[in-house]
């Protein structure tokens, strides 16, 4: 049997590639500079709310689920065969909507639970947030074009949209399996 148990798992390798480095420490602080000044506008309970707290439970891991499948099932089907030319485009369609729009519920939770990381996983936490927000962007872009009539772009672009989703999904898993980023949360707000 083959021993891949070195010094850091590959997974850990290619985080500490990607996040470790100075420069995203200035983005991160100013990013979180402006979050906290956002929040502070907001009515009381809502930050509680984004991070789960009524549910015992972080919300962005749930939520994250509608996004991720609706862009599957539109990938799935602009790309399987149908019975018929473009039988396929309308659940496409439909099923890329949702997704993009369940994704800013998504977005929303991810950041409220980012603004209070540090270290590596602030870092690798600012990655992964901007990847699935390009996700989003290139959503959106293949929703218009598709709804312009330019099918073959918007394929390319949701395409494009779940590359860059499933490596900013990638870095997820490292901010929960690597550095615990919402394991506990709230049952320890509760107790603490």
Known sequence: MLNLN??????????????????????ADTLQTLLRGAEATLPDGV????????????LHPILVHLPLGGWVIAAALDHLPAQAPGAND?????????????????????W???SNTRGEARRTGLIHGALNEAAFVLNVGSLLARRRGRRGLGKALSGAALGVAVAGGFL??????RHG????RTLAHRQG
């Not at 985080?15 to 200035?26: K, N, Q």
């Not at 980023?181 to 506990?184: A, I």
């Open 6 to 27: 070195r010094s850091r798992p590959p997974a850990h390798l290619i985080e500490d590639a990607v996040s470790d480095h100075d420069a995203l420490e200035g983005v």
């Open 47 to 58: 930050m509680d709310a984004l991070h789960g707290e009524w549910l015992g439970h972080p």
């Open 90 to 110: 309308a659940a496409a369609d439909r099923a890329l909507l949702l997704g993009t729009l369940g994704a800013v519920g998504t977005i929303a939770t991810g």
């Open 112 to 114: 409220a639970d980012w």
């Open 172 to 177: 997820g898993g490292e901010l929960v399996y």
């Open 181 to 184: 980023l919402g394991v506990g």
